[in-house]
């Protein structure tokens, strides 16, 4: 394993039947599964990197982009897709240049859209990092980013 910088994978037994809980490990600690973890779980579950990418292309958990420092999770619930959440995804497309997926280049910013945040009486919302965005709005959408942009200068 590279330079043991996935050796927390030994707490794992290395039976192929516990594939996805190493996967699972290497996300938790990474925050998202990249080319080295994926030779390395491959040697340590003695599983062809195929079949470990198979795993990874079928389970929608898994993440193989790096996330940015600013995880944004858009809702795309009833609520939120009602109240313009097609508008949010526009306009974090416009102010960002990346859809659902990607991180923008300079890795600060990632999105993805999620089937609900369960906040639905303050639609549209999004999250980052965990923090929830309410009402939102054209203008206080730029805000809020322009918020993190600073905070991410300092």
């Known amino acids: 394993m590279e330079d043991g910088k996935f050796e927390y994978l030994s707490a794992v037994d290395g039976d192929p039947g516990n594939l996805i809980k190493g996967l699972q490990m290497v996300q938790s600690r990474e925050g998202y599964v990249s080319d080295d973890a994926v030779k ?10 195929v079949e470990v990418e198979g795993v990874l292309g079928f389970y929608a958990q898994f993440k193989r982009v790096k996330p940015g420092k600013y995880r944004i999770s858009m809702c795309d619930g009833t609520a939120c897709h009602i109240k313009g959440s097609p508008l949010v995804r526009e306009w974090l497309r416009q ?17 993805e859209t999620v089937a609900c945040l369960g906040c639905c009486s303050l639609a549209p919302v999004i999250s980052i990092n965990g923090r929830v965005h309410a009402r939102l709005t054209r203008k206080s959408l730029a805000s809020i980013l322009a918020k993190y942009r600073k905070e991410a200068a300092l």
């Open 40 to 49: 390395a779980v491959s040697e340590h579950f003695s599983t062809p990197v």
């Open 95 to 111: 102010e960002l240049g990346i859809d659902s997926g990607e991180t923008t280049e300079d890795g600060m910013f990632s999105l």
